[in-house]
């Protein structure tokens, strides 16, 4: 059965990225809202998009952050990740550096975005949440690797939800 999720990432750098991950076939398709969906909403007020987040949030069983060079640093991911967790939704991250991007170019290694967010009970979120990184450095295969994981991975996160 294909999951309905929401994708977390970082538009201006991540999206063609993103759009790899999207295109795979491996979710269901009313998971992957279109490039112009975000378009519109992100030059919103910030109420607006919270609006929106939590909207799309509420429909879909996992939250699957899309890591590259500058996720962590984004607000908008941030927030995702605590709506998932106060939802108890399922999370999983999977890191997509090594995807080229639509110039041919590869990234460095982020920063982990579950690191500096607390659990309940204090805890890091990191602790619980499963950040998948392909072995592979040549980005067909590490499309592969995902392809061939992102399946499992997204049920796993849903199985093993924590109480955040």
Known sequence: MKRQVFFSFHYDR???RASQIRNMGKVDNSSTFSDNDWEEVRYKSDAKIKEWI???LAMRSCLVVLVGYETSQRKWVKYEIEQAMKLRKGIVGIRIN???DRKDNQDPM???PFYNILTSSGNRLSNYVKLFESGYSTSTYVYDDIKNNIES???DAISHKWDY
């Open 14 to 16: 991540d999206v063609w």
């Open 153 to 155: 991975l997204i049920e």
């Open 98 to 100: 090594r995807l080229k």
């Open 54 to 56: 939590d909207s799309q």
């Open 110 to 112: 982020g920063s982990n």
